[in-house]
């Protein structure tokens, strides 16, 4: 069973970065594709980034150009840097598998939450003065 734990949110003013990590365990990343979701108050939760077992990636309109998916497979870890952060990105960040053997790439490249299965517990983003 594949768990993941995230780490290295907190609070950072407008314009600022951080680098959002996830610890996977209990199986290797190379057989899923995986991605960050966030939620923020109020609203569902929606894809920020997903990234294909074969290394296809694919950004939400309002963070391409400042976020970067990537992976390390030999480390089983997953991270997304954020640049130039904006009060709007404030929100709960996760990270999120599907394997492969379930879902093709196509099935699961909109980055729509419901496509995908494994889940970590999330870590806050707040981006505010």
């Known amino acids: 069973q594949l768990r993941f734990v995230e780490s290295g949110g907190g609070l950072v003013q407008p314009g600022g970065s951080l680098t959002l990590s996830c610890a996977a365990s209990?199986?290797?990343?190379?057989?899923?594709?995986i991605g960050w979701f966030r939620q923020a108050p109020g609203k569902e939760r929606e894809g920020v980034s997903c990234l294909s077992s074969g290394d296809s990636t694919n950004y939400a309109d309002s963070v391409k150009g400042r976020f970067t998916i990537s992976r390390d497979n030999v480390g089983n870890m997953l991270y997304l840097q954020m640049n130039n952060l904006k009060p709007e990105d404030t929100a709960v960040y996760y990270c999120a598998a599907v394997h492969v053997a379930k879902s093709s790439w196509p099935m699961v490249s909109s980055c729509a939450p419901n496509s995908y299965d494994f889940w970590g517990q999330g870590t806050q983003v707040t981006v505010s003065t």
């Open positions: 209990g199986s290797s990343l190379d057989y899923y594709h």
